[in-house]
T-cell receptor, first 114, second 113 residues
C-alpha cells in the first residue's frame, strides 16, 4: 500500500472558523510533510515531522498549527485564516527523510477561505 | 544555495511526438534528482529519480540522466500520448538534510490527439 490519504477533499471556511485537515499513511514512513500549492505554482514546504517531532517550520503563520498524534497521522489545524490562504494543501510522507527518499503525496485538500 | 530551473511552459505536442523538458540545477554537495508529475486534480507522484551522477532514471517510457558536468536532468520521452498531459516538476533533494526538496516551477504539457 503506497497510498497517502487526505480528508476532506474540499473545504470552504470563513475567516473566523476553526477546521482541521487530516492526513494518513500506512507505509511505515517516519517523515511527514505539509505543503501549500497555489494554482500553477510548485508546492511550498510548510512543515516537516520526523519521528513524530516537528523538524522544520518554514516560518508559517501561527494560524496554521500542525500536529502529529502518531507515526501514521498528521493533522493541520486552521484558525482565523485569510482569503490568501486559499490553496491546495498537500500532505506527503517518506521513509526517513534522507536525500534519496521518494516522497509520496496525497491527493490534497482544496481549501477556500471566504 | 540550492535551486532548480526548468523550461517555461506550456508545451503543446501532437500525439507520438518526441518530448524534452529541460531542467538544470544548482546545488552544493551531492543531491538526488527527481521528476514528479501532477495530473489534473491530483497530488504529485514520482515519475523517476536518480541519486548519483551518470545514473539514468526511467519509468513509463520517460527517461532522464543525472549529468553532473552540465548540472542537468532533462526529461525525455520518445512518443507522447494524450494521457501524458500533466504538469511536470523537476526537483532536487540536498545531499545533507533530505527533508527540504526544492521544486522547479513546473512545466505544463498538453498532448493533442
Amino acid at each position: 500500500d503506497t497510498e497517502v490519504t487526505q480528508t476532506p477533499k474540499h473545504l470552504v471556511m470563513g475567516m473566523t472558523n476553526k477546521k482541521s485537515l487530516k492526513c494518513e499513511q500506512h507505509m511505515g514512513h517516519r517523515a511527514m510533510y505539509w505543503y501549500k500549492q497555489k494554482a500553477k505554482k510548485p508546492p511550498e514546504l510548510m512543515f516537516v515531522y520526523s519521528y513524530e517531532k516537528l523538524s522544520i517550520n518554514e516560518s508559517v503563520p501561527s494560524r496554521f498549527s500542525p500536529e502529529c498524534p502518531n507515526s501514521s497521522l498528521l493533522n493541520l489545524h486552521l484558525h482565523a485564516l485569510q482569503p490568501e490562504d486559499s490553496a491546495l494543501y498537500l500532505c506527503a510522507s517518506s521513509s526517513e527523510g534522507s536525500s534519496t527518499d521518494t516522497q509520496y503525496f496525497g491527493p490534497g485538500t482544496r481549501l477556500t477561505v471566504l | 544555495g540550492n535551486s532548480v530551473t526548468q523550461m517555461e511552459g506550456p508545451v503543446t505536442l501532437s500525439e507520438e511526438a518526441f518530448l524534452t523538458i529541460n531542467c538544470t540545477y544548482t546545488a552544493t554537495g551531492y543531491p538526488s534528482l527527481f521528476w514528479y508529475v501532477q495530473y489534473p486534480g491530483e497530488g504529485l507522484q514520482l515519475l523517476l529519480k536518480a541519486t548519483k551522477a551518470d545514473d539514468k532514471g526511467s519509468n513509463k517510457g520517460f527517461e532522464a540522466t543525472y549529468r553532473k558536468e552540465t548540472t542537468s536532468f532533462h526529461l525525455e520521452k520518445g512518443s507522447v500520448q494524450v494521457s501524458d498531459s500533466a504538469v511536470y516538476f523537476c526537483a532536487l533533494s540536498p545531499g545533507a538534510g533530505g527533508f527540504k526538496t526544492i521544486f522547479g516551477a513546473g512545466t505544463r504539457l498538453f498532448v493533442k490527439a
